[in-house]
């Protein structure tokens, strides 16, 4: 049994899923994928699960506005919550799981949005054999790059964790942005003790806010977490 994890960018004028139904606004995205599946197999209806970031109560009036929502309801405060949207077609994220399903793969949940140098992009991990995985991979539409991250044996071991491993050796894989930020944190000093370099100095040298540097530090630590802290024996 084989896992691949893999990151699909949406181009040649593609809305990528991540962007829906947002669209393309600074004041809402979407961080992941949580769930997704179909209301019944009579029409094209289905319900997902969106992980939000942002001004939750922009992402409620967008929904309240878009002809594609039928019903909704958000949960959480402040800049973080849940979303559950009822949806009229499936777009594109269901035409990707319809491709795995025809190739009988398993999806790892959840689909990760992730930034990409033309946007946000979808990281999600499939499970199954390496020949379905191939073939799944040659089935994709027109305008869907794939990108493989990691491919290997799957590990049953219920606390082995393919997207927060990469690979042998356990070592956490981060995004491109990610890795760009650790890296000079790193070689500034950020993590020595005492530090010699601030939040505010990475987000100046990398043209970013402090608040956006500050997310994707804690983001980065908890990838580090993840990949080498031991569960404790109950």
Do not use: C
């Not at 209301?39 to 319900?47: K, L």
């Amino acid at each position: 049994m084989r896992y691949a994890t893999v990151t699909l960018f949406w181009n040649d004028g593609h809305p990528s899923p991540s962007d829906r139904p947002f669209g393309r606004t600074e004041a809402i995205s979407i961080e992941a994928i949580r769930y997704l599946n179909p209301v019944s197999e009579d029409d094209d209806r289905y319900v997902e699960l969106l992980e939000l970031r942002g001004d939750l109560e922009r992402a409620r009036t967008l929904l309240e506005a878009s002809p594609d929502a039928i019903e909704f309801d958000i949960a959480g405060d402040g800049t973080r919550g849940v979303a559950y949207v009822q949806r009229r077609t499936v777009g594109p994220v269901g035409d990707l799981l319809s491709i795995l399903q025809t190739h009988e793969l398993v999806v790892d949940w959840p689909l990760s949005a992730v930034d990409s140098g033309d946007g946000r992009a979808l990281e999600l991990t499939i499970i199954g054999t390496d020949r379905a995985i191939q073939r799944a991979a040659a089935d994709l539409p027109d305008g869907v790059v794939l990108d493989v991250r990691r491919l290997g044996d799957y590990d049953p071991n219920p606390n082995h964790d393919t997207r927060s491993r990469g690979a042998p050796g356990g070592s956490p894989v981060l995004t491109d942005r990610q890795r760009e930020l650790f890296e000079l944190a790193w070689s500034e000093g950020y993590y020595e003790v005492p530090r010699r370099t601030t939040q505010r100095d990475l987000a100046d040298e990398l043209d970013l806010a402090t608040g956006t540097v500050g997310e994707h530090i804690q983001r980065i630590e908890s990838k580090l977490a993840a990949a080498y802290a031991r569960p404790r024996r109950q």
